[in-house]
Structure formats: structure tokens, C-alpha cells
């Protein structure tokens, strides 16, 4: 028989305009009663469901996390200045498929209950809920990322009117969005008839010597309505870099208290932008105590394989699909720190794997040695050690190499050799 871990807790299916609450109290023989019951999602609703769980001494809540709609309800549960009885609750927050019903015997009230059902006997798995200012934060970072996509779509839509109207400008600068090439994009779109304009002055000193490669590309034309629609996306682009500034500034104001963290997290290779720091923060917080161990982060971020075995035999090790805004960052700063020669331990470490398993599980596994890292860094309080990451290759001492091998052991380990 399972061992009854809450005697007094509460299930809670939730919905967009209402939520349905079942409590389960367990006496000392074992016998669990029910008492369920429908509130709304309105303020004034939930205010009721606090006070309702207040009334019957229940304290530990479990909810599944239904699209947005959980928000809410875990609010107003949580933080004592929404409560007007100021008395919070230890919620604990269920990826939906840990508490899914049976099919054929699902309703609203049967899921409650059946929430509750698991939640007395510590069968579901919480999710990770980082306090109440760092999801601020994240939600604020994750709509910076947001906008620099929408930054990015505008820029390939007029990349595309340049192809369109035959304007090979990308095919001769390096950056077709940089100052000289947008100065001559700007005059070409206030006056499409001028053909034969003189652009040498709108270019930098060292685009000078591709003035006659410039002017083949410009040999094109762009019709009025192309012309008409690149000026309405330049003006939607214009503007979603202010919100963009906008939004860059409230974060840097919202992250101030974080500032000891961020500072630790920017000694890591690969992690210098101000921008990816908080990012990483807002994503795993700053108190690394609720991860038990750092593989149990890694696996939180999905960068470790999945568990996936059934009669003796192992099936798919790919990774999970978690961690949809913290992996790609870290994959970014991964792929930027084995180009470089300053941290010969990380480097080694991507060429050794690199040889044996391929470029993307090598940078998987840099990214996890980044996050690891993270880890330890917020846990110990203290910056970035290479000499911590280091792993001296011992050979025997009977064995006897080539000079070839002992080139390609210093380059493993990511020396260039002369």
C-alpha cells in the first residue's frame, strides 16, 4: 500500500473561465474523503478559492499547467499582497501528461480528484518554478527574443525586394544592412529614377575599392510597388528596434538585484554579452539549491540523453525536447568558444569528441559543460576556474608514440602547432 505523504491537499484541474478544486483528507484509519467544488477564474473567484483552502486547513496544492491560465491561480496562491488572507499556500506545479487521467472515465471533477489522488501519495513530479522577480524577468527576456526575431524576419523580407528588383548588393558587401550599404539602399528608395547617382561618398574608407563591384550590383530596378513596400518594412523595422531598446532598458533595471550572479555567470568562455547572462539567469534563477545535483540541470535544460529502454534493448538517446530558450543559447556560446584559442580545456575537450561522435554532439556536450559550470559558479559563489576543467591525458609508461601522434594529442587538446 502507498504511503499517504499529505493527508490534507488539493487537486486542481485548471481551465480558461473556470477551475475545478477537489480537497482529499485522509484520517488516521487511511479513508480519504473528497469535497470538490467550481470556481471561477476572476479575481474575485480565486480570492474565494484561497479562502476556501484557508477554511479547510489544506496547504499543499497541486495544479497541471494549462497553457497561460495557471498564471493566475499560482499567483494569487503564492504572493500574500494578492491574498487578502495573507496566507500562502506550497503549490506545486505538474507538466499536464505526469497527471493525466484515464481515457473514458475523464471529467473536470474526476481530474481534480485525481490530481489530488496523486499529489497524497507524492506521485507527481513538480516542475521547476524559479521565484516570483525572476519570472518577471524571464517573461521579459523571452519577448526581447521574440523581437530580435521579428527584427530578423523584416531584414530577410527586404534582403528578398533587393532580390526581387535584381539589386546584388549582398553579394558584394559583407553586411548589406551596415551604414554604407543602407545609406545607398535609403537613396535608391527617394529617388528610384536616379540611375547613374554618384554613391562613392556614401561609402566607408574600406569599401572604397569595391566601388566598381558596387555599381554592377546596383544595375537593377526597383518598381513602385516593391519601393512602397520596402519603405513600410524599414519603418515596422525602425520601430521594433525601439521597443527593442525600450525593453533592454526596463530589463537592465529589473536585473539590478542580480548583479553579484550576472557578474559570476559573465566569467564563463563564451558568455560575455550582458544580454545572454541575464538570459540564462532568468531562465535557471540564481538559487541553485532547488537542482539537486548539476546533471539534474542539465537534464532540466535538455542536454542530457534520453532514457529510452524496453526488453534489454536501448531505443532513441537523442535529447530532450526541453529547454526550448536556454539550449539554443547555450549552443550559441558553445559553437563561439571552440573557435577560440583562449581556452584550450573546452576547445580539447570539442576536438576529442568531435573526432569520435561529429560536430553536433560535440557542442552539445560543450554546452553542457558550460551549464555544469553554471552551475557550480552560483553554488559556490565564486568565478569561472579553468584548471577545474582540465584533463591531463596520462599516457602508459610503456607505450612508445609517434611524433604524428604526439602532433595530434597537442592538437586534441587545442594547441596549434608549427
Known sequence: MLKIIYPICCGIDVHKKFIVACIASTDDRGVTTYRSSR??????????????????????????????????????LEIPVYNILEATCKIT????????????????????????????????????????RIRQLRDLMRYRFKLTNFASSEKNRIQNCLTV??????NVVSDTFGRSSMKIIDYLLENPDDKDFDF???????????????????????????????????CHFSEVNKCKADLESLILSLSEPYERQCSLVSTVPGIKNPFSVIAIISEIGADMSVFATAKHLCSWAGLTPQNDESAGKKHSVRISRAGVYIKPLLVQCANAV????????IKGRYLSIRRRRGHKRAIIAIARMLLTAIYHILNKDEPYNPELYKKAEVLPQTRSITVEQAIMLAKRHGYSVA
Open 39 to 76: 470556481f471561477s477564474t476572476f479575481t474575485s473567484g480565486l480570492r474565494k478559492l484561497s479562502g476556501w483552502l484557508y477554511s479547510n486547513s489544506c496547504e499543499d496544492v497541486c495544479m497541471e499547467s494549462t497553457g497561460k491560465y495557471w498564471i493566475p491561480v499560482y499567483n494569487i
Open 93 to 132: 506545479l505538474a507538466h499536464p501528461k505526469y497527471v493525466k487521467a484515464i481515457r473514458g472515465k475523464k471529467t473536470d471533477k474526476k481530474d481534480a480528484r485525481w490530481i489530488a489522488d496523486l499529489f497524497k501519495h507524492d506521485l507527481v513530479a513538480a516542475s521547476f518554478m524559479p521565484p516570483f
Open 165 to 170: 528588383s535584381n539589386i546584388q548588393l549582398a
Open 200 to 234: 562613392v561618398p556614401l561609402l566607408h574608407g574600406s569599401m572604397r575599392h569595391k566601388a566598381d563591384s558596387i555599381r554592377l550590383a546596383l544595375d537593377g530596378m526597383i518598381t513602385e510597388e516593391q519601393r512602397q513596400k520596402m519603405n513600410i518594412i524599414l
Open 338 to 345: 571552440v573557435r577560440s584559442d583562449k581556452h584550450p580545456e
